[in-house]
C-alpha cells in the first residue's frame, strides 16, 4: 500500500524538490503540495487519506490552526529550518510531531523517516529527544517543588513560545527580573536548557491553567 505523503512547506520550489525525491520510490506517493498561505483544517487531511504530513516549522503553525486537537490518523514529519531547538521542542509536543528532519539530513534519510512514522514510529535525533526526556522528567518532582505565582505564570508563557523580552512585556516586569525568575525556576526543577524548561510548561496542566487565569 502506498504511503501518501502530503507536502506544506513555505516555498513552493522546495515542495517540488521534495517531491522529485520521492518520484523513485514505489510506496511512497506525494499526493498533494499545498500552496503557501493555504489554511489546511484536519478534516482535509483526513479526506485525503493522508499517512504523512511533511512541513516546516512556520507552516505547520499558520496553515494548520486545528492540527493539535484532537485525534488524528496521520503522522508529522518536521523539517528543521532553522527554527531553534526550543520551537522544535514544543512542536513535538504541541503538535504531537512524529519525526524531525534536521537540515543536514540527506534525501535517503528522508526516505526513511517517512517509512518509519508511517509504521507508528518515532524519527527524532538525540539530543531533543534528550531536551524532551529531561523536561517530562521534571513533572515527577512536582511534590517536592515550590513554584511561586510568578514563577508558574512564566513557566506558562515559556511553554507558549514567548521569549524573555516579550515575557517581561506581558507580565510589566523588566527584561532582568525574567531572567532572575528563570534562573531560580531552573534550580527549583533541576532543568538545563529551555527546551527541557517547554516541555515541563506543556506537559504540566496547572502552569498551563495559571497562564490563562493569570496569578497575583
Not at 486545528?66 to 512542536?91: Q, Y
Not at 517530562?136 to 508558574?152: F, H, P, T, Y
Request: glycine content about 8%; overall charge positive; charged content about 25%.
Amino acid at each position: 500500500m502506498d504511503i501518501k505523503v502530503m507536502l506544506a512547506f513555505g516555498n513552493m520550489v522546495f515542495s517540488e524538490g521534495v517531491a522529485r525525491i520521492l518520484e523513485p520510490e514505489k510506496d511512497i506517493k506525494a499526493s498533494e503540495a499545498l500552496a503557501p498561505g493555504e489554511v489546511c483544517e484536519v478534516e482535509k487531511l483526513r479526506s485525503l487519506g493522508t499517512d504523512v504530513l511533511l512541513t516546516d516549522f512556520t507552516t505547520l503553525y499558520n496553515q494548520f490552526p486545528d492540527i493539535e486537537t484532537g485525534s488524528r490518523s496521520f503522522h508529522i514529519i518536521l523539517l528543521d529550518t532553522n527554527c531553534g531547538r526550543d520551537n522544535l521542542v514544543a512542536a513535538i509536543l504541541k503538535k504531537k510531531v512524529s519525526g524531525v528532519l534536521l537540515s543536514n539530513s540527506n534525501p535517503a534519510l528522508l526516505v526513511k523517516a517517512i517509512r518509519s512514522v508511517a509504521k507508528g514510529e518515532v524519527w527524532i535525533d538525540k539530543q531533543t529527544f534528550k531536551n524532551l526526556l529531561n523536561g517530562i522528567n521534571a513533572l515527577g518532582k512536582d511534590g517536592a517543588v515550590s513554584l511561586s505565582g510568578r514563577e508558574k505564570e512564566i513557566i506558562a508563557l515559556i511553554g507558549e513560545g514567548f521569549r524573555n523580552k516579550e515575557i517581561a512585556y506581558k507580565l510589566h516586569i523588566s527584561e532582568p527580573t525574567v531572567k532572575s525568575h528563570l534562573n531560580r525556576i531552573f534550580q527549583k526543577l533541576n532543568v538545563r536548557t529551555r527546551g527541557e524548561l517547554i516541555s515541563y510548561a506543556i506537559k504540566n496542566s496547572d502552569v498551563n491553567k495559571l497562564s490563562r487565569h493569570g496569578s497575583p
